[in-house]
C-alpha cells in the first residue's frame, strides 16, 4: 500500500461511530464540542448512507489532497485510505478504530442533508475494529502524529515513518471482526 495517498483522521473514542443505532457519543479531549459535532461529526462516520457509501468528516475546512497525489484543479483524490484513530477512554493512547479504503477524500467540505462530510467511500471497504482489537498505537509528540487532528502517510519530506508503517502493515493482513457488517461482533 503507498503510503502517499493515506491519511490518518484523529476522532473522539467511540464504540461503533455511526455502524450501530446504539451509536452513543464521542468520549475524550478529542471529540468536537463544536457547531460540526451537532449533527455532522464522527459519530456518523461509519454509517452506511442508502447509497452504499459512508461519508466521513476530518476536521479541517480544506485538505491539501495535492498531498495524496491530487493534481492542481481536482476536487478529490479517488484511491485513498482514510485511517481513523482516537484516544481510548481510559487515557493509555490513541489507536487505530478503522479505516476506508478506496476512499475520494474531497479537497473542500460538502453537505448530504444536514451532514457535513469531506470523504467518501464504499461501505464495503470500511472496516471498523472492535474495541479489544484497536491495538495498532499511534505515537503523539516528535516523531509521533502530534498535536493534529490529521496527518498524511508521508511527511513533507517524502519519508513514511516507522508508525505508518506498522498501521499499514496491520491494515493489509487484517482479516477479523469488523463492526461495520457485524455490529455484535466481539
Known amino acids: 500500500m503507498d503510503a502517499e495517498r493515506v491519511i ?8 461503533y461511530y455511526g455502524a450501530h443505532p446504539e451509536n452513543g457519543e464521542p468520549v475524550g479531549k478529542e471529540s468536537r464540542k463544536d457547531e460540526h459535532a451537532i449533527d455532522t461529526g464522527e459519530k456518523g462516520n461509519f454509517k452506511a448512507g442508502s447509497d ?10 480544506r485538505i491539501n489532497i495535492g498531498r495524496l497525489g491530487a493534481l492542481p484543479g481536482e476536487s478529490g483524490r479517488l484511491g485513498s485510505l482514510v485511517v ?3 484516544p481510548d477512554a481510559e487515557g493509555r493512547g490513541q489507536f487505530v478504530v478503522g479505516w476506508q479504503a478506496r476512499a475520494n477524500v474531497l479537497r473542500d467540505r460538502h453537505k448530504k442533508g444536514s451532514r457535513s462530510y469531506n470523504y467518501e467511500a464504499p461501505i464495503a471497504e470500511a472496516v471498523l475494529l472492535p474495541i479489544e482489537l484497536r491495538t495498532i498505537e499511534i505515537p503523539r509528540g516528535p516523531g509521533g502524529m502530534g498535536q493534529t487532528m490529521f496527518a498524511f502517510g508521508k511527511s ?12 499499514l502493515a496491520f491494515i493489509e493482513g487484517y482479516d477479523g471482526p469488523n463492526l461495520v457488517t457485524d455490529p455484535d461482533a466481539a
Open 84 to 86: 481513523s484513530i482516537a
Open 156 to 167: 513533507t519530506d517524502g519519508t513514511v515513518r516507522g508508525w505508518v508503517r506498522d498501521a
Open 8 to 15: 490518518f483522521n484523529r476522532l473522539g473514542w467511540m464504540r
Open 52 to 61: 452504499g457509501r459512508c461519508r466521513g468528516l476530518i476536521h479541517k475546512e
